[in-house]
Structure formats: C-alpha cells, structure tokens
C-alpha cells in the first residue's frame, strides 16, 4: 500500500470522507460502489467495485475470438480499465485506465466507428500506439457498464459495416448476460 500522509475520522454515522485528491486520481464518481476488504494486519481496503470484474476470463475468450475472425485487437472495458485484450500486448492494455475519450464515448451510450478524417481516440491513457475504430457500450438495466472495442493500429484500414455489427452484437450480449 501506498502511504497518502492524508488523516480522516470518522463521523458519528460511520462515515469517512476520501479525500479529492484520492477521488481524482482513481477516478471515483459520487455513485460508484466500492468493495471493503480487510487483512490479517488490520487493514482496511476500499477497491472500486466492477460488475464486469467478473467475467473477465469469458470477456477474454470474446476478445480471442474476434481477433481471430477480424484481425483486429479487440478489447473489453469496465467504466474505468481495460479488463481483456487480444490482439495486443496484455502488458501494454490489460488493467490499464481507459482514456477520457473513450469514456465520454461509452457514456454517450451509442455505437462509435471512427470515419476516416476524424481524429483518433486512443484507447488508453497516455498512450496512442492503438485507437478506437468501433465502440458499443455495454449496457445492463439502463446502466453503463463497459465497452466492446475493436482497435486499429496506425497503419490498419478503416473498419467496415461487419465490424460496427459484431461490436454492437457482442456488447448486447454482454449487457443481457450481466442482466441474468
């Protein structure tokens, strides 16, 4: 764990406040939930919850499979990170933060394809060596949960009608399966 230096107490209500600085930088929104671990040392964890957290070996498989049937890398992404990658490095894309970009695409909870004279959204933060060519939220119960991506490296073509149609397709899927 990393030392903050920051101190709270906690309120009458069993309340503690995370400071700004701490919601900033783990991109915590008000309305996010988070799990509360404890260890043997005493310890008390909070981790931001993901509901996809759990099907990231399926959401894995997905990926593997597209990229074999397209030959493009293709991604699974929670609200916050990059849960399954194939096609890609791991190292490079796997739990990394997605980019705001990418987030305000999700958010606007329509299928996104890049058309050729617009500017490239990366997929992750701090890094352009793989845009967003084709991106479908996945959605549960009216909620945001995640996206279906099919990247595109600097030197592929735009994608096509079938690619728009496979992401969309799978991250319906995803969004009834997270539902059931």
Not at 75 to 80: A, C, E, G
Not at 81 to 89: E, F, M
Not at 118 to 128: F, H, K, N, Q, T
Not at 131 to 156: E, K, M, N, Y
Request: glycine fraction near 10%; proline fraction near 4%; aromatic fraction near 4%.
């Amino acid at each position: 764990m990393k030392a903050t230096g920051i101190v709270r107490r906690i309120d009458d209500l069993g309340r503690v406040v995370i400071p700004k600085e701490i919601r900033r930088t783990m991109r915590i929104k008000q309305g996010d939930p988070l799990e509360i671990y404890t260890d043997r040392e005493g310890d008390v964890i909070f981790r931001k919850y993901s509901l996809m957290g759990g099907i990231s070996d399926f959401a894995a498989q997905i990926c593997d499979t597209v990229y074999k049937t397209t030959g493009r890398p293709a991604l699974v992404t929670d609200r916050d990170t990059v849960l399954a990658v194939a096609g890609a490095s791991r190292r490079d894309f796997g739990d990394k933060p997605i980019s705001g970009e990418l987030e305000e695409v999700m958010m606007n909870r329509g299928v996104y394809q890049q058309q050729e004279q617009e500017r490239a959204i990366p997929v992750v933060s701090g890094s352009d060596a793989l845009s967003v060519s084709v991106a479908a939220p996945i959605l549960a119960q009216g909620d945001v949960l995640g996206c279906v991506v099919i990247g595109r490296a600097a030197d592929q073509a735009p994608t096509g009608e079938t690619e728009y149609t496979l992401t969309r397709t799978i991250a319906g899927f995803l969004g009834r399966h997270m539902e059931s």
